[in-house]
């Protein structure tokens, strides 16, 4: 996880919405590790816009799915974080086949997933030393600042330790924005070599540079509002408004003078959050509104 799979596929959504001719419809869901046909046929429908009935029979639901779908000219399916196989049919997803011009597209982890859904695969490749660098240092310090050779020496060893992974370069380079000299930066790179030491595979390891980034945030106000995120459901597109709120209600955020102050704070609090790279802010393009989400390799 975190080599950009979803990130790449947003990409691809966001371009096919745009590109009208190519598609009369661009659907997305993600699906969450706990694979649910309930919930899978009722996120495909209200992608569609369409209102499956309130019954549990499973098949009954397949077969209203099946013909809300074969009704769409050709489409463009996106199932986003597949951990398991599952029937096409059972779920109500037509065959996409060459005649009906429509496309099912999955991104997974396993490759046996894919082979199970008969898919072709495409492999996302890890980037390039020279990419990761590269990525690291626009995230850390911008486009129009240059480090000093010695600090660019020790952020290059920095980005070499997220092992040419997306998601861990994005996160920790957020968590170094705030270094000032040698010293911080050398600190930062110690600590990150013992937080990952003892971390005995490839996910531990990434999990650990991403607690890396948590633990630097260094205020238990920030910590406790991002722990909060992880109330809500895997892959959940949280309103900014609700979340800030909600932060308001647990007493997150205290000692302000009205309600106006403490919603300023919690702005506040979110810019950080998402600047540091463990919440990702984005507008809904269809109701305009700004939402955030956790990435499902953090807590």
């Not at 790449?8 to 046909?37: C, P």
């Not at 952020?155 to 957020?174: D, F, N, Q």
């Not at 030491?197 to 910590?223: C, H, I, M, P, T």
């Amino acid at each position: 996880g975190g080599v950009g799979k979803t990130t790449i596929m947003k990409q691809i959504h966001n371009r096919l919405l745009k590109e009208k001719d190519k598609f009369d419809g661009v659907f997305w869901v993600t699906i969450s590790k706990e694979f649910n046909v309930l919930k899978l046929q009722s996120d495909i429908a209200k992608e569609l816009n369409f209102s499956l009935s309130d019954d549990q029979d499973k098949r009954r639901r397949a077969s209203q799915l099946y013909e809300a779908l074969s009704q769409q000219k050709r489409y463009v399916l996106i199932i986003d974080d597949l951990w398991k196989s599952f029937s096409l049919e059972k779920v109500g997803i037509p065959e996409p086949i060459r005649s009906n011009g429509c496309k099912l597209v999955l991104t997974t982890r396993s490759l046996e997933v894919c082979r199970r859904m008969e898919c072709k695969p495409v492999q996302v490749d890890l980037l390039t030393e020279e990419e990761a660098l590269t990525l690291f240092l626009t995230k850390a310090i911008g486009h129009d600042m240059v480090l000093a050779p010695d600090v660019e020496e020790i952020a290059a060893k920095i980005a070499e330790e997220c092992a040419r992974l997306p998601l861990a370069i994005v996160t920790l380079a957020g968590s170094c924005r705030v270094l000032k000299g040698i010293r911080e930066w050398r600190n930062a790179l110690n600590e990150l070599i013992n937080s990952t030491k003892d971390a005995s595979d490839d996910v531990s390891k990434v999990f650990e540079r991403l607690k890396f980034s948590y633990s630097r945030l260094g205020n238990k106000v920030l910590q406790d509002c991002f722990l909060y995120c992880s109330l809500y459901p895997e892959d959940h597109e949280i309103p900014v408004g609700e979340l800030i709120e909600y932060w308001i209600a647990e007493e997150l955020i205290t000692d302000m003078d009205s309600v106006e102050a403490q919603m300023d704070k919690g702005h506040d609090i979110l810019g950080k959050l998402t600047c540091s790279c463990l919440l990702e802010r984005f507008t809904n393009i269809w109701n305009k509104r700004e939402y955030v989400r956790m990435h499902d390799r953090l807590p």
